[in-house]
């Protein structure tokens, strides 16, 4: 089976430009996941949908973070406008019960650099 | 809030046992555990409950003291495959948002 899949796997790009990571979660999870993770702030969870809906948004760390999962399939993690201090490699997981109760499984990420 | 590791860092020899622990000033409802190699996204180890219960995963098994309120992991006869950074991840109620804690970097050297 195939585990979580995220695009791109590296993206650069230039401060106050709009970027699109994208989640496609293991078919048949209910819960998935963004976080970003950093050398200075280790492993955050920015936030986390549950049957697609979004359960909790607050580690999202300003109004140009945003974040949707349109189909069980399916879901965007977007930043507008960025900036440097977003740079971090963000990863995506799902797992398939309810959020806590069952593993995580974690994409490989997309590392993120905004010169 | 973010539950506290140690070591920070701890260097093995192949065969060689490790304890890392886990804790909060919180009380907790559960902690989970996971490896990160280098370059790689974080791997699932195991998830521990409230109750005191003990799980094993390999050689690698770990135990939860909700009144300490910490966990700890222990990794024996170790293997470098063992290698990488362990994160322990608390959650204070059920449901509440899962907090990880900055990481044990383990190296096992040959």
């Known amino acids: 089976d195939a585990g979580v899949i995220q695009s791109p796997r590296h993206e650069v790009t230039e401060m106050g430009q709009e970027v699109t990571l994208r989640c496609k979660p293991i078919s048949g999870h209910n819960s998935l996941f963004w976080y970003r993770q950093t050398m200075m702030r280790g492993l955050e969870l920015l936030i986390y949908f549950n049957n697609n809906v979004p359960i909790d948004d607050s580690g999202m760390p300003e109004d140009r973070f945003s974040a949707k999962m349109p189909n069980a399939s399916f879901s965007t993690l977007k930043i507008q406008p960025s900036e440097p201090r977003d740079s971090a490699v963000y990863f995506c997981?799902?797992?398939?019960?309810?959020?806590?109760?069952?593993?995580?499984?974690f994409g490989p990420g997309t590392r993120l650099l905004v010169l | 809030q973010q539950p506290v590791q140690s070591p920070q860092a701890v260097i093995l020899r192949e065969g060689e046992d490790a304890v890392i622990n886990c804790s909060s000033s919180?009380?907790?409802?559960?902690v989970h555990w996971y490896r990160q190699k280098h370059g790689e996204a974080p791997v699932f180890l195991m998830i521990?409950?409230?109750?005191?219960e003990q799980k094993g995963h390999e050689k690698i098994s770990a135990s939860f003291n909700e009144k300490k309120q910490q966990s700890s992991l222990y990794l024996t006869a170790s293997q470098l495959s063992y290698s990488g950074t362990y994160f322990c991840?608390?959650?204070?109620?059920?449901?509440?948002?899962?907090?990880f804690g900055e990481g044990t970097q383990l190296t096992v050297n040959p």
């Open positions: 997981a799902s797992s398939l019960l309810f959020p806590w109760y069952s593993a995580q499984y």
């Open positions: 521990l409950l409230k109750g005191g």
């Open positions: 919180k009380a907790l409802y559960s």
């Open positions: 991840g608390t959650e204070e109620t059920s449901g509440s948002r899962l907090t």
